[in-house]
């Protein structure tokens, strides 16, 4: 290095310089950067960024000047916890050296921050916005919470603060819960797969009826693990109604978003996921209060009831007396009518009785008027019968004077058109040559006509 800090790469020597393969000349520049430039952050946008098959991770990092080539090995890559895309600004820690087999200069990043805002605040946004488009959070997959569940799962650290101040609050609010610790870290490499197994583990176990996962504050560092992908998969695949309770109130993870019921502190989701039983028992003495007030009082009411009816009843024997009176004066007035109705139809009976004829004699009669009638009527039909014989007659004379055929008796013929059958009455409607058919008294004649005369 120069007193500028500038890398001074000359190969000093005169002409007798040994002669170097490429290799060596490579190996030598590689070298000389390796011994002289230390690491370094640089600033620069990323463009054609690709993930390899083996998980390294290759871009570029340009300004408006120049360009480098850039590798992550998988090693460091595996830390990076927000998705790398092309055209983010970002600043990258590592060092400069040569890649052998092409002689290109190349920077090897250990480490990426995003350029002006947190890489976990960037991981946790990019987190959010796929398992939303998922359905992850939507509110219609929520399963209510138990009103009174009697066993109780914790997802947390073992002896944390967070621990201790939800079994207060449990044992307090119900003395007799019962509570299944599954015991797990809280933050730092690998935790959160462990926090998606202790859920995994409660659902195939079974014995919990709500689960509450969480721990308490810290930085957002600290928190990380409840923003994780796998935490967040296994809190929605749980059959269990989950509570998440992480941090403080202000604090928000992935956790929260997909947990069926958000609280906002550890001790706040005791007190939401089991209620209190003592205020269980002054709400039972208060509704037994009160049921009781409403049994008097409806007992009351009956009771009054009751002796406004006693008071308008009266004594049976003396009911029973006042309807066997009534019953008596019934049967003397039925006794009454009955004898009235009889002697009314005996008078009637030998009224009627008085006016009868014998059958006999009624008989003979008939028959007499019968025969009466008989002849009547045989006199009146031949009467008619002469009347309507005469008429026949007369109607026969006048219809057989008006016959065609007497006219025919008299010397007349009846001229018909032979081809039509209809009769002519002017010559003028027969044509020359035309066949005709008379009919005489007596037989009919064939003609044709030769001439005629109008």
Not at 327 to 353: I, K, T, Y
Request: positive net charge.
């Amino acid at each position: 290095m120069d007193r500028q800090g500038q890398l001074d790469l000359a190969l000093r020597g005169s002409r007798a310089a040994p002669t170097l393969k490429v290799s060596d000349l490579v190996r030598r520049i590689r070298d000389t950067l390796d011994a002289n430039l230390d690491e370094f952050w640089v600033v620069g946008e990323v463009s054609n960024a690709r993930l390899a098959p083996s998980n390294h991770f290759y871009f570029t990092l340009k300004d408006d000047r120049a360009s480098i080539n850039a590798v992550m090995f998988r090693s460091a890559f595996v830390r990076v916890r927000f998705k790398i895309r092309d055209g983010m600004e970002i600043i990258a820690r590592g060092r400069v050296s040569l890649f052998d087999s092409r002689g290109a200069l190349q920077l090897y990043v250990e480490e990426i921050e995003p350029r002006g805002v947190g890489a976990l605040q960037i991981a946790f946004e990019q987190l959010k916005r796929k398992l939303a488009a998922e359905g992850l959070f939507d509110a219609a997959r929520k399963k209510p919470l138990p009103y009174l569940p009697r066993t109780i799962g914790i997802v947390t650290a073992r002896g944390g603060a967070g621990l201790r101040d939800m079994l207060r609050i449990l044992f307090d609010r119900f003395p007799n819960l019962r509570v299944i610790l599954a015991p797990t870290r809280v933050q730092g490499d690998g935790a959160c797969n462990e926090v998606a197994r202790a859920i995994y583990d409660l659902n195939r176990e079974g014995r919990a009826e709500v689960i509450i996962v969480g721990r308490g504050g810290g930085s957002l560092e600290d928190l990380w693990c409840f923003n994780e992908e796998v935490v967040a998969r296994a809190i929605y695949h749980s059959r269990i109604p989950i509570v998440s309770a992480v941090g403080h109130e202000v604090d928000f993870t992935i956790a929260d978003f997909v947990a069926d019921l958000r609280a906002p502190t550890p001790t706040a989701a005791a007190t939401m996921v089991v209620p209190s039983k003592r205020e269980l028992r002054e709400r039972i003495a208060a509704d037994d209060a009160s049921l009781q007030m409403a049994m008097r009082r409806a007992i009351d009411e009956l009771r009054e009831t009751a002796d406004d009816l006693a008071s308008r009843l009266r004594h049976p024997k003396k009911l029973l007396a006042a309807a066997r009176e009534r019953l008596e004066d019934a049967r003397r007035e039925l006794h009454a009518a009955v004898a009235a109705r009889l002697a009314d139809a005996r008078r009637s009976l030998r009224e009627n009785a008085a006016g009868l004829r014998a059958p006999t004699s009624i008989l003979r009669e008939q028959r007499l008027r019968l025969s009466r009638l008989a002849l009547q009527l045989a006199h009146g039909m031949e009467r008619r019968a002469k009347e309507h014989r005469a008429v026949l007659g007369a109607a026969a004379a006048r219809l057989d004077s008006l016959s065609p055929l007497k006219v025919l008796d008299r010397g007349y013929a009846v001229v018909l058109d032979a081809a039509s059958g209809r009769a002519v009455s002017d010559a003028a409607a027969v044509e020359v040559g035309a066949d005709l058919d008379i009919r005489l008294a007596r037989g009919r004649l064939q003609a044709r006509t030769t001439a005629r005369e109008l």
